[in-house]
C-alpha cells in the first residue's frame, strides 16, 4: 500500500472552510500492487479489480472536484501502486489541465526508476510520497513484505533529492517499529525530504497483524516528535495522531508563546483537520469515504455528486462538528483543534464519533470534578 501524503503546496486566494471544501483528496487508482505490506488498508493484490473506475469515469471524478471551487483540494494518487495503472500520466494531465494540484504515493518496486520520476516531474507532479518503515533492509523489508524495497527506496529518496520534487517520506508507527524511528530519523536527516509523517497505526486491512502503541507510550512518542521537530531540517508531523496537536501546543505555552507567535511556528496548520472534515477518499471502484481508513461508504462517484456528499452526507456532517463527538473526546477543550482519530475511534467500538482510544488525556472539565 502506497500510505498517505499531505500537501498542500498550491496556490489557494480564498480561505478553507474545511466543511466546505476538503484540503486533500486521496484517490485510491488501483487495488494492484507488487509489494505484500503487513499493514496495508487496502489489501493491495497483484491484479486490479475488475470494476475499478475506468479512465473516462476517472476523467468524470475530476471533473466533480472543480465543483468545490476556489480553492480546489489537492489531489493525492494512492493505491495500491499508482503505477500499475497505464493510464496514470494521461489522468495527471487531465487533473492538471482543471487546475488541479496532483501529487502520488507510490510502491518502491521495480517499477519506479529514474525514467518515471523524470516523467512525473515532467506532468508537473507537485509532491511525491515515499515509505520508509526501518532504518535496516532487515526491519523496513519485514514490514513490506518484499525483499530489496528498502534499497529501491533509499534510491527513490536521492532521485526525488537530484530531480528536485518535493517529497514527503511516511513511517508507520507502531510497537514493531517505535524503538526504531530515532535511527530512521537520522538516516533521512542527510537528504531533501521536505516533510517527514509518522503514520500511527490503525488496526484495519493487514494492519491487524502488527499492534498499536499504549496511550502512554503514544503520549511519550509525540513528547519526542516534539522535540526532534524543533531541530529538524525537514516539517515533522502525524498522521492519525490528531492529540500530537494537543502537546505540541502545550509544549510551546509552556514556552510562553501567545496565539500569533503559535502560528508562525507552523504548529497550527493543520488544526482542525480529521478524517472526513479537510480529508476525504474515493476507493478504486468509485466508493465514497471519510478517509482510507474510516471505510464507511456514502455513495459512489459513478452517481452521485463528490461535493453533495462531502457537504450533505449525515457522516460527513457529523464529522464536521466537533460538538457531536462523545466521551472524552467530546468534552475535551481541544476537540476543535484536534478532534481525534476518528478512523481509531470506529475500528476499536464501531462509533465514528467516540473517543479515539489512543489519546491518553484527562480533560478540564474532569480533572475539576474529580
Known amino acids: 500500500m502506497a500510505d498517505s501524503l499531505?500537501?498542500?503546496?498550491?496556490?489557494?486566494?480564498?480561505?478553507?472552510?474545511?466543511?466546505?471544501?476538503?484540503?486533500?483528496?486521496?484517490?485510491e487508482m488501483t487495488q494492484a500492487c507488487a509489494l505484500a505490506c503487513r499493514h496495508c488498508r487496502a489489501e493491495a493484490v497483484p491484479h486490479a479489480h475488475p470494476m475499478q473506475l475506468t479512465f473516462e469515469e476517472g476523467v468524470s471524478f475530476l471533473q466533480q472536484i472543480c465543483d468545490f471551487g476556489d480553492p480546489l483540494p489537492q489531489l493525492i494518487l494512492t493505491g495500491g501502486d499508482p503505477l500499475e495503472r497505464p493510464d496514470l500520466y494521461d489522468l495527471i494531465d487531465e487533473a492538471r489541465k482543471l487546475g488541479i494540484g496532483v501529487s502520488i504515493t507510490p510502491a518502491a518496486t521495480t517499477m519506479l526508476t529514474r525514467d518515471v520520476f523524470m516523467r512525473l516531474k515532467e506532468h508537473n507532479v507537485e509532491g511525491l510520497g515515499l515509505s520508509l518503515d526501518g532504518s535496516t533492509a532487515e526491519r523496513h523489508d519485514s514490514i513490506r513484505g518484499i525483499?530489496?524495497?528498502?534499497?529501491?527506496?533509499?534510491?527513490?529518496?536521492?532521485?526525488?533529492?537530484?530531480?528536485?520534487?518535493?517529497l514527503q517520506v511516511n513511517t508507520l508507527v507502531s510497537a514493531e517499529t517505535a524503538e526504531d524511528l530515532s535511527a530512521i530519523y537520522e538516516l533521512l536527516k542527510p537528504h531533501a525530504v521536505s516533510r517527514w509523517s509518522l503514520f500511527f497505526l490503525i488496526s484495519v486491512g493487514r494492519g491487524k497483524v502488527l499492534q498499536p502503541l499504549s496511550p502512554p507510550e503514544a503520549?511519550?512518542?509525540?513528547?519526542?516528535?516534539?522535540?526532534v521537530s524543533r531541530k529538524a531540517p525537514f516539517i515533522v508531523a502525524t498522521t492519525?495522531?490528531?492529540?500530537?496537536?494537543?502537546?505540541?501546543?502545550?509544549?510551546?505555552r509552556d514556552e510562553g508563546l501567545?496565539?500569533?507567535q503559535i502560528k508562525r511556528t507552523g504548529t497550527a496548520r493543520s488544526f482542525g483537520i480529521r478524517d472526513g472534515h479537510g480529508i476525504m477518499f474515493v476507493s478504486n471502484t468509485g466508493d465514497i469515504c471519510p478517509a482510507g481508513f474510516l471505510p464507511l461508504v456514502v455513495g459512489n462517484v459513478r452517481k452521485d455528486r463528490l461535493v453533495d456528499a462531502y457537504r450533505n452526507a449525515p457522516l460527513f456532517q457529523s464529522l464536521h462538528d466537533p460538538t457531536q463527538f462523545q466521551g472524552r473526546c467530546g468534552i475535551c477543550e481541544y476537540k476543535a483543534l484536534c478532534g481525534g482519530s476518528r478512523a481509531?475511534?470506529?475500528?476499536?467500538?464501531?462509533?465514528t464519533l467516540?473517543?479515539?482510544?489512543?489519546?491518553?488525556?484527562?480533560?478540564e472539565s474532569i480533572r475539576h470534578t474529580s
Open 219 to 227: 503520549e511519550n512518542l509525540m513528547a519526542w516528535i516534539f522535540e
Open 354 to 363: 467516540a473517543s479515539d482510544p489512543l489519546c491518553c488525556y484527562e480533560p
Open 6 to 27: 499531505h500537501h498542500g503546496s498550491s496556490p489557494h486566494h480564498a480561505p478553507r472552510d474545511y466543511a466546505q471544501t476538503p484540503l486533500n483528496i486521496y484517490w
Open 258 to 260: 501567545t496565539g500569533e
Open 240 to 252: 492519525e495522531a490528531p492529540s500530537y496537536r494537543r502537546v505540541a501546543l502545550e509544549r510551546l
Open 344 to 351: 481509531r475511534a470506529f475500528s476499536a467500538t464501531g462509533d
Open 147 to 166: 525483499p530489496g524495497t528498502f534499497e529501491r527506496t533509499l534510491q527513490a529518496i536521492q532521485l526525488a533529492g537530484e530531480l528536485q520534487i518535493p
